[in-house]
């Protein structure tokens, strides 16, 4: 069996050397790096980008070929890609994946295939419309702060598998619990799929910290290590390849749909954020501060919900994220949904909740491009630290207990994906700081996936109006 110890590479080990290749300021060894890789029995690359949707793409290279991928890039027809924007014929009509060295990881359900995260390009210059390159433009403008932004990402996801009448439905048919949260017999049932996971991500150099049965049935979580913000977003999308791929070799779909079944909580996909100055200093904690935040953590903070409106066309992007984002019961009893705008102190009720001095963004799902979500949420903490946005009034109620007392209940956010993008397109902040380029992409992709959703007839129509009038 391959072990961790097996697949152990880190590429970084590569940088700063005589034989040398530049990539955002750091000097790999590309021949040193490639006659490693091949002592592993790796003969290719999985060149991987993501497209507007944050759906993996890219394609198989051969390895000895590396230095051509680092400088120049795999090449991809541009309009083939959603939301490039680029055109079908001239010098700007093939969109260019550059490998980022230090990305490289031997993939352990890919016998002598190294998975390496690429950079889009067209014409020679960085593309605006990139997700990736987004990110990257806020972290550099974050970095001339003096600041560093750590994210902890908790991945929630359902396992499914098609019934005999072709319609989804959980894998687990003894997966019936009305609360089965850390339901310890649904992971012995699937502890052949849990292990291969755990068994898989810590070969390509997760740090795990937890695997349970979430609130729904069908649904787990895996936590691993916080990171920088871009290596954060990095592992995320080489989390859900990795889950993809085991998911299909024990008979099983591994799906990041929102809210698949409508009588259970849905899926998040929450941001754990801190900051920290050039000193490594923790810049949002003060455990003196008001929710434990220090000023630039409360700046921040305000940031987000004084544009969450706009942040949720990005962290929840699909017509499912808001069947998620309703505060409708579920068959547990219990809902986490953070619907209304707010922000409190280990309050899960909450849009924003403080723990440990650091904030928990609970709005994303995890059908969002994890990029472009990440790049948004920046962009909005750091026009609440440009702006010095007061810090907001705390939260210290369960909101759903309010709700059902009849009490007045804080701002929502919107109810469905159409109104999400049109706060987007209404929000000047965020579309200069993200870019025009991007955000007119973005838009258009979203409002096609809106109008083709609207022309559905669904079956509650059918069960509710066929026979009525």
């Known amino acids: 069996?391959?072990?961790?110890?097996?697949?152990?590479?880190?590429?970084?080990?590569?940088?700063?050397?005589?034989?040398?290749?530049?990539?955002?300021?750091?000097?790999?060894?590309?021949?040193?790096?490639?006659?490693?890789?091949?002592?592993?029995?790796?003969?290719?690359?999985l060149v991987q980008f993501a497209d507007i949707h944050g759906i993996a793409k890219g394609k198989l290279v051969p390895l000895k070929l590396m230095r051509e991928w680092v400088e120049t890039g795999a090449g991809f027809a541009g309009p083939s890609i959603w939301g490039t924007g680029l055109p079908r014929m001239g010098d700007?009509?093939?969109?260019?994946?550059?490998?980022?060295?230090?990305?490289?990881?031997?993939?352990?359900?890919?016998?002598?295939?190294?998975?390496?995260?690429?950079?889009?390009?067209?014409g020679g210059e960085a593309l605006q419309t990139c997700s990736r390159q987004l990110l990257k433009r806020q972290i550099e403008a974050l970095r001339q702060r003096g600041l560093t932004l750590w994210v902890g990402i908790e991945p929630e996801f359902f396992l499914l598998?098609?019934?005999?009448n072709g319609r989804w439905q959980i894998a687990d048919g003894a997966d019936e619990l009305s609360k089965p949260s850390y339901d310890l017999k649904a992971i012995y049932r699937h502890r052949e799929y849990l292990d291969d996971m755990r068994l898989t991500l810590t070969a390509l150099g997760f740090d795990l910290q937890q695997i349970d049965h979430e609130d729904a049935n069908g649904q787990y979580e895996i936590n691993y290590r916080f990171d920088e913000a871009l290596a954060a977003a990095d592992r995320y999308m080489l989390f859900k390849l990795a889950a993809h791929a085991v998911a299909d070799k024990h008979g099983l779909t591994f799906s990041c749909m929102p809210k698949p079944m409508a009588n259970a909580p849905g899926s998040g996909l929450h941001f754990h954020l801190s900051l920290t100055d050039e000193s490594g200093r923790a810049a949002m904690a003060d455990p003196s501060g008001a929710l434990g935040l220090s000023t630039a953590g409360h700046q921040f903070a305000a940031g987000l919900l004084h544009h969450a409106d706009a942040l949720a066309a990005l962290c929840a992007p699909t017509v499912n994220s808001y069947k998620r984002l309703a505060s409708s019961a579920s068959v547990s009893g219990t809902t986490w949904s953070p619907v209304w705008k707010s922000m409190g102190d280990n309050n899960r009720t909450c849009l924003v909740r403080t723990v440990a001095g650091r904030i928990e963004w609970r709005l994303p799902?995890?059908?969002?491009?994890?990029?472009?979500?990440?790049?948004?949420?920046?962009?909005?903490?750091?026009?609440?630290?440009?702006?010095?946005?007061?810090?907001?009034?705390?939260?210290?109620?369960?909101?759903?207990?309010?709700?059902?007392?009849?009490?007045?209940?804080?701002?929502?956010?919107?109810?469905?994906?159409?109104?999400?993008?049109?706060?987007?397109?209404?929000?000047?902040?965020?579309?200069?700081?993200l870019g025009p380029a991007f955000v007119a992409q973005f838009l258009g992709c979203k409002r096609d996936e809106w109008d083709a959703f609207s022309a559905q007839v669904s079956d509650w129509e059918l069960q509710r109006y066929a026979s009525l009038f």
């Open 365 to 433: 799902d995890p059908s969002c491009n994890i990029y472009a979500a990440l790049a948004g949420t920046l962009a909005a903490g750091l026009d609440g630290l440009d702006k010095g946005l007061p810090a907001v009034e705390p939260c210290t109620e369960d909101l759903y207990l309010r709700k059902a007392s009849g009490a007045c209940m804080p701002a929502t956010l919107p109810r469905d994906l159409s109104q999400a993008l049109d706060a987007l397109a209404g929000n000047e902040v965020l579309t200069k700081r």
């Open 161 to 164: 598998r098609r019934g005999a």
């Open 92 to 122: 700007r009509s093939e969109y260019y994946g550059r490998v980022q060295p230090e990305t490289i990881r031997p993939l352990p359900f890919m016998p002598g295939v190294a998975h390496a995260v690429c950079d889009g390009y067209a």
């Open 1 to 45: 069996m391959t072990t961790a110890t097996d697949l152990a590479f880190d590429s970084r080990a590569f940088i700063n050397s005589e034989r040398v290749t530049a990539r955002d300021g750091q000097i790999f060894d590309i021949p040193a790096l490639v006659e490693a890789l091949e002592a592993q029995g790796i003969h290719s690359l």
